[in-house]
């Protein structure tokens, strides 16, 4: 383990995105776009009930959800064509780290400044952009790849 940033990624993030695959044909690609959906709605709800205009802020947030989703697809397509390709966000943490570095600077300003009831939705907006971000770090599911048995006795299913 060199660092706690891989040690997610390999532990966590991977091992549910092959998972996901195997059983939702979800892949970790298509698993950031629906994180960073839920990170899109957490923040534009969370600014509306702290009473600012989301009207003027949603093209910012949507032009911002679109270029996360394209890259997103531009990198699933490219992990399709050469599998042996291993992901080029992988190695970047610091990218990973810079972001959650800032955004949890400008979470803890709203939080001081701002209202607190709407503290969840902050909370699950991190959790979004954070898991995008792992996400897009992991590698696809290998083509051979099946889950172990004892984890399919743990969660009570049935293997394809």
Not at 23 to 32: I, K, V
Not at 103 to 126: C, E, K, N, P, T
């Amino acid at each position: 383990m060199t660092n706690p940033d891989r040690w997610l990624i390999d532990h966590v993030y991977e091992p549910l995105s092959w998972r996901s695959e195997y059983y939702l044909r979800l892949n970790c690609f298509q698993l950031a776009i629906i994180s960073e959906s839920i990170f899109t709605v957490a923040a534009l709800t969370s600014l509306a009930q702290r009473g600012i205009d989301i009207v003027a802020l949603a093209p910012i947030f949507g032009g911002g959800w679109m270029s996360f989703a394209l890259l997103a697809i531009y990198l699933d397509k490219l992990m399709k064509r050469t599998p042996q390709f291993l992901n080029p966000v992988k190695p970047a943490w610091g990218i990973r780290m810079l972001g959650l570095s800032t955004y949890v600077v400008v979470l803890a300003i709203h939080w001081r400044f701002l209202r607190m009831d709407v503290l969840s939705l902050d909370l699950m907006g991190v959790g979004g952009y954070m898991s995008y971000l792992y996400f897009m770090a992991c590698n696809p599911m290998p083509p051979k790849w099946e889950p172990t048995r004892s984890h399919h006795r743990a969660l009570k299913l049935e293997p394809r």
